[in-house]
Nanobody, 114 residues
């Protein structure tokens, strides 16, 4: 079964940057949507940023101007460039890809120290 593999999480000081990557372990055809979600302890999983197959993007208000989502269609890979990180960005970050069903990654921890 195809899985999504995330990388790039870690520990960073406030104001720093991280770049997350997510790619499938096998072939997924007809992906229409790729997105990044995050879940902090005791909170629900929320959309951080999404990008469609034609390049349309949307962002959570809390990350606008700081995070950038991009995708490489040839590699079926999605990226999340995170700049000016804040302690409140600390969470487990999950990627999702959608064709006729949703695929989720296992999550990668991002911790921002103050």
């Amino acid at each position: 079964q195809v899985q999504l593999v995330e990388s790039g999480g870690g520990l960073v000081q406030a104001g720093g940057s991280l770049r997350l990557s997510c790619a499938p372990s096998g072939s997924i055809f007809g992906i229409t949507f790729m997105g990044w979600y995050r879940q902090a302890p005791g909170k629900q999983r929320d959309l951080v940023a999404g990008i469609t197959d034609y390049g349309g993007t949307n962002y959570a208000d809390s990350v606008k101007g700081r995070f950038t989502i991009s995708r490489d269609n040839a590699k079926n890979t999605v990226y999340l460039q995170m700049n000016s990180l804040k302690p409140e960005d600390t969470a487990v970050y999950y990627c999702k890809m959608r064709n006729y069903r949703d695929y989720w990654g296992q999550g990668t921890q991002v911790t921002v120290s103050s």
